[in-house]
C-alpha cells in the first residue's frame, strides 16, 4: 500500500491545473456524461437514462439542501460530487423549482421510466438504505485521466460540511468495489455498518 494520499495519485500533472467550483444548472449535461462513463450500465445511478438524469441533475443543484461541486480544467468538466445535507422532498421542491421539477417527471413518462423509479423508491426504503445517516455524500465520478480531481472535490465537500457545522460525512458504495472504498479509507474514512452488498462508511470531520 501507498504511504500517503499524494503517493496514491503519483503527482499527476493535472493535480495543480483543476479548479473546483459549485455546479450550475448549464454543467447538467456533462456531469451525465462522467457519470455514464463512471458507473456500469446497470448502476442504479444510471436507472433513468441520460435524458431524464439531466433533468434530475438540474432539479438537484437547485435544491437548497444540497451540495453540487464541480472540478474543471480550462472549462472542461473532469468531475463532479453531490451530497445531501438533509432528506430530499419533492414536496419543497415543487415550491423551490417548479418548472425544473415538471420538466423531470416529464422526462420520465416520455422515456418510460416511472416503473424503475418505483422499484428503485421502493429499494430505497428496504435494508441497509434506509439506515444510510445525513449529511451523505450521494454521487462522485471523475474522468479516468483526472483521478487527483477526485481528492479535490471530496475535500471541498468536507469543508463545505464543517461550514455548516456537520462534524461527520458519510457515503455507500458496493461491497465489491474494493478501489473505491481504497479511495476513501485512504481519505480517512472507516467502516461504518455493512451487508453483503454494500458497505456504508464514516468519517469524523475535525
Not at 461527520?168 to 461491497?175: N, W
Request: proline share 2%; hydrophobic share 35%; glycine share 4%.
Amino acid at each position: 500500500p501507498t504511504s500517503n494520499i499524494m503517493d496514491y495519485y503519483k503527482m499527476e500533472d493535472h493535480f495543480t491545473t483543476v479548479s473546483i467550483r459549485n455546479a450550475s444548472s448549464q454543467d447538467a449535461e456533462e456531469i451525465v456524461d462522467i457519470l455514464n462513463n463512471s458507473f456500469d450500465p446497470n448502476d442504479e445511478q444510471r436507472i433513468l437514462g441520460t435524458n431524464a438524469t439531466i433533468s434530475l441533475v438540474k432539479l438537484l443543484i437547485k435544491q437548497h439542501d444540497t451540495l453540487f461541486f464541480i472540478a474543471e480544467e480550462q472549462n472542461d468538466i473532469v468531475g463532479y460530487i453531490w451530497g445531501q445535507t438533509k432528506k430530499l422532498s419533492l414536496l419543497k421542491s415543487l415550491f423551490n423549482t417548479p418548472l425544473l421539477l415538471l420538466k423531470f417527471c416529464f422526462s420520465c413518462i416520455a422515456h418510460n421510466k416511472l416503473i424503475s423509479i418505483l422499484k428503485y423508491i421502493l429499494k430505497q426504503k428496504q435494508g441497509i438504505y434506509r439506515s444510510i445517516p445525513l449529511p451523505h455524500l450521494v454521487s462522485f465520478g471523475v474522468k479516468s485521466t483526472y483521478k487527483s480531481a477526485g481528492f479535490l472535490l471530496l475535500s471541498k465537500a468536507e469543508k463545505y460540511l464543517k461550514s455548516k457545522n456537520k462534524n461527520k460525512c458519510f457515503l455507500l458504495t458496493a461491497a465489491n468495489n474494493k478501489t473505491t472504498q481504497y479511495f476513501y479509507k485512504k481519505n480517512g474514512y472507516k467502516k461504518y455498518k455493512s451487508n453483503d452488498l454494500s458497505v456504508i462508511l464514516c468519517k469524523e470531520l475535525s
